[in-house]
């Protein structure tokens, strides 16, 4: 999730498009540090960006004159390509982080032209990289109702379209020393980063168990009692640097936790998609922002709100076994894939749990629920998947 007050944004949802700005209220109101001894060490520097607030002007200051030096520490590997040419077999499944430096082939479109006059139809001109349209299990979702809306015109089905999560699509301003703290984008979404005018940079970290163990640490913080260590530190030996020129495309799987910082003024444009290959995760990270609203709700110094969430991940939970999942296991009931993410879904889904804005009732989630037992074949545990006969996976295009 991303943290409002350490990253400086503010975020505006103009209809589908999310427009999420950077800016510094607080430039100007700390007092100037040091920052001219030229014989600074690693650990020295490391020591003194840990204390400092992060994102104010200190830290920036500090950060920005050792951060290519000393914030390049880690093996994550990540591809470079000279553009989205055969890229759906490049990202092949998609475990590992690839940047382009051209868009060409990656089927997206980012218009040349964003600025005052053009905004109002940014939402329409941007086209989405086809392995976003391939994937999202949101697009999936859109599809399949879209679809039966056509048919029937169900009141109820409209309002599902409408309210369907959308965050494909953002457009990203920020200002030159713009700092966004560690983190991994909300429910786990995998995401798409292209940098239109600027550079940008990430420091990344791989969601090993590990890692993933000291994130939720981190991230259950209560604000009024003194936080652990920063992040940055603990897991300084393994950020990776990866800096994003104007004209290139990020593409990051699922958990990779990163913070991000801004050299110049910059705009992007971006999404974050749900994936089934993910799924596990996505109910971690999920699992772990509901827990921190819960923790917030009932402390008087809130740290985060639903809009620092996926909102909306459990109504899209629902339909996707729903409108997809169940459809699909009448279909193919031997498929493994299909098997495994009923398994998840059994496993994580509660018919008891509210959410704001339910798209279903606690009978209709049960009914989903039975539904859902009804077709799976009987898997008593993993290890009996692994043995049945089971289908190769075919991927389905949409
Ligand atoms: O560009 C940034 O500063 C932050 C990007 C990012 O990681 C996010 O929006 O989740
Ligand atoms: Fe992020």
């Known amino acids: 999730m991303r943290q409002m007050e350490e990253s400086n944004m503010t975020r505006i949802e103009p209809m589908e498009l999310e427009i999420v700005s950077h800016f510094h209220p607080e430039a100007g109101y700390y007092p100037e540090e040091d920052t001219t001894s030229p014989q600074m060490t690693k650990e020295e520097w490391l020591e003194k960006i840990s204390k400092l607030k992060k994102g104010a ?189 104007a004209g290139q495309t990020l593409m990051m799987p699922s958990g990779f936790i990163h913070f991000v910082f801004t050299p110049e003024d910059c705009v992007v444009i971006g999404g974050n998609f749900l994936l ?3 799924l596990k995760l996505q109910f971690r990270l999920s699992k772990l922002e509901e827990s921190c609203l819960e923790l917030y709700r009932t402390s008087p110094t809130g740290q985060i709100n639903e809009t620092h969430t996926f909102e909306g991940f459990r109504n899209v939970m629902w339909a996707t076994i729903e409108f997809y999942l169940i459809p699909q296991l009448i279909e193919n009931p031997k498929k493994k894939e299909l098997i495994e993410m009923g398994m998840i879904f059994l496993e994580e889904m509660n018919a008891g749990q509210r959410i704001s804005q339910d798209w279903y009732s606690e009978e209709e989630k049960k009914a989903i629920l039975e539904k859902l037992k009804g077709v799976m074949p009987r898997v008593s545990n993993r290890r009996h998947l692994e043995n049945l006969a089971l289908e190769p996976v075919a991927k389905k295009p949409k």
């Open 276 to 278: 089934d290959r993910f």
């Open 57 to 245: 002007l200190p830290f920036i200051k500090l950060f920005e004159k050792h951060e290519e030096e000393y914030m390049n520490n880690g093996s994550v590997r990540f591809h470079i390509w000279e553009d989205g040419t055969g890229y759906l077999e490049k990202l092949g499944d998609f475990s590992e982080i690839h940047l382009f430096k051209k868009t060409k082939g990656l089927g997206m479109v980012i218009p040349e032209d964003i600025g005052f006059e053009t905004i109002g139809k940014l939402d329409e001109a941007v086209k989405l990289p086809h392995f976003v349209l391939l994937n999202s299990m949101i697009r999936r979702l859109e599809g399949i109702i879209g679809d039966k809306f056509m048919e029937s015109g169900s009141e109820n089905l409209k309002k599902k379209l409408e309210s369907m999560p959308s965050y494909m699509k953002f457009l990203l301003l920020s200002m030159k020393n713009s700092y966004t703290d560690v983190h991994i984008d909300f429910s786990a979404t995998s995401v798409f980063y292209h940098v239109h005018t600027g550079r940008k940079i990430f420091y990344v970290a791989p969601p090993t168990e590990e890692n993933l163990k000291a994130y939720e640490e981190w991230e259950r913080w209560e604000k009024g009692t003194e936080r652990e260590v920063w992040l940055g530190k603990k897991l300084f030996d393994q950020w990776t640097r990866i800096e994003i020129s």
